[in-house]
């Protein structure tokens, strides 16, 4: 019969002692328990420090070891048992297991205990037991010593490199900013705004910590920006100028202006070049303000050299996005005095604004329906390639709606064409008001046909904007007396959602709504159905 003897005890002893670390303690404590008591499980048991609570350091079984640092608190089923065995000492078996503590104490304190589970008792001679709780006790509390004083070593470590690293980003602030501040002067001397904004981007891609930067110029009042200098996947200058836009084709620098942001800075985030993914890095947006006015933004970025997000980085581009702002204001002073010397140029610069509202107005009037004022096909395909590219890029969903007014030919027959197209007219300013956030579009496609262009909505919205037609449509209630689904007009709807993933699938878009429409009208029509 197996014993916790004198000689096991020289056994334990001579398996811990050559031991180096706690682990290869824990593992040759629980090597020689296993190996005398089969199918024996080793928990090691330690106090916490306001000793409230029992944590467990190790638990060794035959085939399996577990050491955990930090300690786990040990289960509830163990808390009660070694509660049960600390009162009361005669009662060692407990679910068919047989427990036995060993008291683990240094200097007549005690501070855990080796608790072992075996399925059958054993014989235990008390003054071995008393020897191996000495000799356990002691080799533990060295390594657990020694391991508090090598966590503490990596923490005073880990302190000191934090503080050499922040007396090394102060100095590398430090020049950056007087790097900055050199800059700054040059650009006060810039005898006009392009080559002011051409010295700023040249300059600090040479002399500050990024490789890449643009800097855009914002109209609040129209949401167009446009470009100025900026620079190539080879940190070149180029001349920007051509570069026109809509805000919000710029989805970090539109959230940044909207939020009163100063600077937003991502990490591991995808790079672009002339709307190509080029690599990853970090990149930086910065905005530029008059007061609470944004007038631009600037973009900057790590692409060529990967050069690592510093901790002075946000505070030097906030420092160089209110110089820019600074320039910007008092260069557009100073252009705003000039312009009130000339008088015949602002006259026809209004002769211009004249004429291009009026090529504006050409060009709404060309992508109008003449019959419904709402949209028609040439809008809508031209905005479907313009979302569908925005959807590819950022892989965001993009969904259509097809409504078909249902059994609209019989209406014709009965009515006539006028009171056709007085139904179409209704029927359309009706739906303009289903939908009216930014991006959407309803568009008459042909015919009875109408099609709502929703970027950003996914399939859940889309069904819900479909109900939300349906019922408008419903409550018109145009009278249609040959209608075999309703006395009155009703339309039948089928929509599509996708993520586009290359550029030629606007068609298939098209194709599968056009499929989930034949299963409205299949269906029994006056209804929608979106895939």
Request: aromatic share 8%.
């Amino acid at each position: 019969m197996n014993a916790l003897d004198y000689a096991f005890c020289l056994k334990v002893g001579e398996a811990i002692c050559p031991q180096k670390d706690l682990n290869d303690f824990c593992l040759a404590l629980g090597h020689a328990f296993t190996k005398q008591f089969t199918d024996a499980q080793c928990q090691l048991l330690i106090k916490d420090e306001d000793h409230s609570c029992w944590q467990q350091l190790a638990d060794i079984r035959p085939r399996s070891f577990q050491l955990y640092s930090p300690l786990l608190p040990i289960s509830d089923s163990d808390d009660v048992l070694l509660t049960n065995l600390l009162t009361s000492e005669s009662d060692c078996r407990h679910d068919d297991v047989f427990n036995q503590l060993l008291p683990l104490k240094v200097r007549g304190n005690s501070y855990g205990y080796l608790l072992i589970k075996t399925p059958r008792s054993f014989e235990i001679n008390r003054h071995a037991l008393e020897m191996l709780s000495l000799l356990i006790s002691g080799a533990l509390d060295s390594h657990l010593q020694h391991h508090a004083y090598l966590r503490e070593k990596a923490n005073h470590q880990k302190t000191e490199q934090k503080r050499i690293n922040e007396v090394c980003s102060q100095k590398g602030l430090l020049e950056q900013l007087h790097i900055l501040h050199k800059i700054s002067l040059r650009l006060w001397h810039s005898h006009s705004l392009d080559n002011m904004l051409h010295t700023a981007v040249y300059e600090c891609i040479h002399a500050l910590d990024f490789d890449r930067m643009a800097i855009f110029l914002l109209n609040s009042h129209t949401g167009l920006m446009r470009g100025t200098y900026g620079t190539d996947i080879n940190g070149t200058v180029t001349n920007e100028q051509w570069y026109s836009t809509a805000i919000h084709e710029h989805y970090h620098a539109k959230t940044t202006l909207d939020k009163k942001q100063h600077i937003t800075i991502n990490e591991g985030a995808p790079l672009f070049h002339d709307s190509i993914e080029v690599g990853r890095g970090w990149n930086a947006t910065i905005s530029l303000w008059d007061g609470d006015e944004p007038i631009g933004w600037i973009a900057c970025d790590n692409l060529i050299t990967h050069t690592p997000l510093k901790s002075y980085h946000g505070e030097l581009l906030k420092l160089l996005g209110v110089t820019m702002s600074q320039h910007l204001i008092q260069r557009h002073a100073q252009d705003d005095l000039k312009a009130l010397n000339l008088s015949l140029e602002q006259r026809v610069a209004d002769r211009t604004a004249q004429l291009e509202k009026v090529n504006k107005r050409l060009n709404q009037i060309s992508r109008e329906d003449s019959l419904t004022k709402i949209p028609n096909r040439r809008m809508l395909d031209e905005k479907l390639e313009e979302e569908w590219r925005r959807a590819m890029r950022y892989q965001t969903p993009l969904s259509i709606l097809i409504v078909d007014i249902d059994h609209f030919k019989q209406y014709n027959d009965l009515y006539g064409h006028s009171l056709g197209d007085q139904c179409l007219a209704k029927v359309a300013a009706t739906l303009s008001q289903v939908e009216q956030r930014a991006g959407s579009l309803l568009a008459r496609f042909g015919g009875e046909e109408f099609v709502f262009l929703l970027p950003g909505s996914d399939g859940e919205n889309a069904k819900a904007i479909a109900e939300r037609a349906l019922e408008a449509i419903r409550s018109l209630q145009i009278p249609h007396d040959d209608s075999p689904v309703a006395t009155y007009v009703t339309v039948s709807i089928g929509g599509k959602t996708c993520i586009p993933e290359k550029d030629n699938s606007q068609q298939q878009l098209f194709i599968d709504a056009d499929v989930a429409l034949y299963e409205a009208k299949s269906c029994g029509k006056n209804q929608a159905f979106v895939l």
